[in-house]
């Protein structure tokens, strides 16, 4: 997710729905699109050095293995997902994303822009789930985690997301995580106390990496290496 510096203008409402979770709309102001979820601004096109960096950080933390496998967690406004599928070190490409009407703006909306290669990328395949849900049931497992579905573990958009950040949702992140995978979590600021609750999961190599914004405390990416 990205930090938000509006521009002038009022926003047009392009599409707004609601689904399991709440409200989810996507706006037009100028020429960015955004996403806004129960009134809780999201993302927006503006930038993406944030969920590129997340994406980056989380390959140059593993250990060089070839074609590594990434689940990244949020479609979003398709950043993670577009850096992921241009640079083809990646093996499989899968997103999990809840929001049916996310993914519609993907495939046949104004978002396509953004996404339409990496869609048609035979590397990436997109799931309709629950994040949270997924960790906690799938028998798939990956090389690498990358976590974009909140403004943080300390700003979650819903109240069910907050388990993931718990001890017992970090091991649920570390269940589907291989031999010394790595979890990748973004936040629109740092977070000591997650940093701390990485240690005590039994995480390795828990480290910060900043993305200085326009104004206001840094973007951060949240890294960590598979307990055992």
Same mark, same amino acid.
């Given at each position: 997710?990205?930090?938000?510096?509006?521009?002038?203008?009022?926003?047009?409402?392009?599409?707004?729905?609601?689904?399991?979770?709440?409200?989810?709309?996507?706006?037009?102001?100028?020429?960015?699109?955004?996403?806004?979820?129960?009134?809780?601004?999201?993302?927006?096109?503006?930038?993406?050095?944030?969920?590129?960096?997340?994406?980056?950080?989380?390959?140059?933390?593993?250990?060089?293995?070839?074609?590594?496998?990434?689940?990244?967690?949020?479609?979003?406004?398709?950043?993670?997902? +577009?850096? $992921?599928? !241009? #640079? /083809? @070190?990646?093996?499989? %490409?899968? *997103?999990?994303?809840?929001?049916?009407?996310?993914?519609?703006?993907?495939?046949?909306?104004?978002?396509?822009?953004?996404? +339409?290669? $990496?869609? !048609? #990328? /035979? @590397?990436?395949?997109? %799931?309709? *789930?629950?994040?949270?849900?997924?960790?906690?049931?799938?028998?798939?497992?990956?090389?690498?985690?990358?976590?974009?579905?909140?403004?943080?573990?300390?700003?979650?958009?819903?109240?069910?997301?907050?388990?993931?950040?718990?001890?017992?949702?970090?091991?649920?992140?570390?269940?589907?995580?291989?031999?010394?995978?790595?979890?990748?979590?973004?936040?629109?600021?740092?977070?000591?106390?997650?940093?701390?609750?990485?240690?005590?999961?039994?995480?390795?190599?828990?480290?910060?990496?900043?993305?200085?914004?326009?104004?206001?405390?840094?973007?951060?990416?949240?890294?960590?290496?598979?307990?055992?």
């Amino acid at each position: 997710m990205t930090a938000y510096d509006a521009p002038h203008g009022s926003p047009q409402v392009i599409d707004r729905r609601d689904g399991p979770y709440g409200e989810v709309v996507l706006r037009r102001h100028g020429e960015l699109l955004q996403i806004i979820a129960n009134g809780c601004f999201l993302m927006d096109t503006s930038d993406g050095r944030s969920e590129r960096l997340l994406v980056d950080a989380a390959l140059g933390a593993l250990d060089g293995r070839p074609a590594p496998e990434v689940l990244i967690g949020g479609l979003g406004v398709g950043f993670s997902l +577009a850096h $992921a599928a !241009a #640079d /083809p @070190r990646w093996g499989r %490409i899968t *997103v999990a994303e809840r929001e049916r009407a996310i993914i519609d703006w993907h495939r046949a909306g104004p978002l396509a822009e953004l996404s +339409a290669r $990496a869609l !048609a #990328d /035979p @590397r990436t395949e997109i %799931i309709e *789930v629950d994040l949270v849900a997924h960790v906690n049931e799938t028998s798939d497992t990956y090389d690498v985690l990358c976590l974009d579905i909140d403004n943080g573990p300390e700003w979650t958009v819903t109240e069910g997301n907050e388990s993931l950040y718990s001890r017992a949702g970090l091991a649920a992140c570390a269940r589907v995580l291989r031999k010394d995978g790595v979890l990748a979590v973004w936040s629109a600021k740092p977070s000591p106390d997650f940093a701390r609750t990485l240690r005590n999961a039994g995480f390795r190599h828990v480290r910060t990496e900043e993305i200085p914004v326009a104004r206001g405390v840094p973007d951060v990416v949240h890294l960590a290496v598979r307990p055992g």
